[in-house]
């Protein structure tokens, strides 16, 4: 279950967040999530690291008072962005998994800009990120492709959390848990899903994990 933070959330909406999403939880674990305040665009100029951190700072505290079990930095896409968002994370003594949006061009996951997300992904893992991976993105080869590369390359365990498709076009659960199954088997050690998703969908999932004897 998530908490959603939001630059301007008060301690007690997220203390209200927190203990419904934790009734709704059953003995799993609750994380606070914080996606991008858009203070960097790539190719674009950007505030310094201090000045993209701050922003960050005031809803991760109230999301880790509200007593959730981990961050989670998601939907990222500058990588300046997301290594501020980890830096004002990490001082709060919670895990931190940090996901980025990325874009399929020619049979490739690619960042906003184009390029390869390899560097982001390891120095977000480098500098204690707890878990590292991607959200919203097609589930299909490429990011087979991507999860095989994090298994060989990363210090920190792979997130492979697609999207089932937009309203009017999403996968059923089983067909969405068969699309993300050659991730599972590339090297994706928790898989999820995003934009479309419900229960349904994760509980086809947490079968894929138990059928191929993943994490």
């Known amino acids: 279950r998530y908490v959603t933070g939001v630059q301007t959330c008060a301690l007690p909406i997220c203390a209200a967040a927190a203990a419904l999403a934790r ?13 991008p305040l858009a203070l960097a665009r790539p190719g674009g100029p950007a505030p310094d690291a201090a000045a993209l951190a701050a922003p960050f ?12 079990d981990l961050l989670w930095l998601e939907s990222q896409y500058d990588g300046r962005e997301a290594m501020a968002a980890l830096a004002a994370a990490l001082p709060l003594g919670l895990p931190v998994v940090v996901t ?31 878990a590292v991976g991607v959200n919203c993105v097609p589930a299909g080869p490429a990011l087979a492709a991507l999860c095989g590369w994090a298994r060989g390359a990363l210090p920190a365990p792979f ?12 996968a059923t659960p089983a067909a969405f848990a068969a699309a993300v199954t050659p991730a599972v088997r590339a090297g994706a050690a928790w898989v999820g899903g995003c934009c479309g998703a419900d ?17």
């Open 159 to 170: 997130v492979a959390k697609p999207s089932p498709g937009l309203p009017g076009a999403v």
């Open 57 to 68: 700072e005031a809803p991760l505290r109230a999301l880790a008072a509200a007593g959730v």
């Open 23 to 35: 009734a709704e939880a059953r003995g799993g674990l609750m994380a606070g999530a914080l996606g």
């Open 199 to 215: 229960a349904g969908h994760v509980d086809a999932l947490a079968a894929v994990l138990r059928d191929e004897g993943a994490g």
């Open 100 to 130: 980025i949006t990325l874009a399929e061009r020619a049979g490739r996951l690619v960042t906003a800009a184009g390029g390869d997300p390899g560097p982001l992904l390891l120095a977000a893992a480098g500098a204690g990120a707890a």
